[in-house]
């Protein structure tokens, strides 16, 4: 299995409180992804990062902020949680983007009440 | 607005029958890749196509890459509940320097005994 680790596994927030996820990697990937996942809806790309300090949005970023100081960590950020961001949320990392394959996170649960 | 939109969203089968899940875009994609997801799990790679009208199979499971590269499909032949699942497809966009990797919204298979 690839060395990918989210933390935490479940969250619960109240609505306007700052939340951190954190994604760590054992494998020295260049690139690392946050995803969110809601039924009916796939995965849609929140941030990505190609490289330590290099992040582009996704899709859905609006209210999201990301982070990369070294190539094992990628932090994602709710700014102000809200009950929209309700969801699960996926970390995955690849060597070579999006022509390689992604080694997913086991997931983490956020719900936000 | 979906880059990559799946059909069917839904599938239930029984077991024996053959499918096919189609995965459609209006833009091009340098790669298309297949995951399957179980529940609590993360996405896990089936296949990876990324040559314009490239065929790849699978046991039981085959893998078209349309011949403009924006579109795929996966055929399941004799289907069996452990192929129940949620199957995605993904695109790779972007030079190779960013490697964004987008998601459809998924297909649903439920294959009864």
């Known amino acids: 299995d690839a060395g990918i680790t989210q933390s935490p596994r479940h969250k619960v927030t109240e609505t306007g409180t700052p939340v951190t996820l954190r994604c760590h990697q054992t494998?020295?990937?260049?690139?690392m992804y946050w995803y969110r996942q809601d039924p009916g809806h796939g995965l849609r790309l929140i941030h990505y990062s190609y490289g330590v300090k290099d992040t582009d949005k996704g899709e859905v970023s609006d209210g999201y902020s990301v982070s990369r100081s070294k190539t094992e960590d990628f932090l994602l950020t709710l700014e102000s949680a809200t009950s929209s961001q309700t969801s699960v949320y996926f970390c995955a990392i690849s060597a070579a983007g999006g022509h390689t394959e992604a080694f997913f996170g086991q997931g983490t649960r956020l719900t936000v009440v | 607005t979906q880059l990559l939109e799946q059909s069917p969203q839904f599938l239930s089968i029984q077991e024996g029958e053959n499918l096919t899940v189609y995965c459609n875009s209006s833009s091009v994609f340098s790669s298309l890749q297949w995951y399957r997801q179980e529940p609590g799990e993360g996405p896990v790679l089936l296949v990876t196509v990324v040559t314009g009208g490239e065929v790849k199979k699978l046991k039981r499971l085959t893998f078209q890459f349309g011949d403009a590269r924006k579109d795929s499909s996966l055929h399941i032949t004799a289907a069996q509940p452990g192929d129940t699942g949620l199957y995605l497809c993904?695109?790779?966009?972007?030079?190779?320097?960013?490697?964004?990797?987008?998601f459809g919204q998924g297909t649903t298979l439920q294959v009864k005994p």
């Open positions: 494998e020295n990937h260049r690139y």
């Open positions: 993904a695109g790779g966009r972007g030079s190779s320097n960013t490697g964004k990797l987008i």
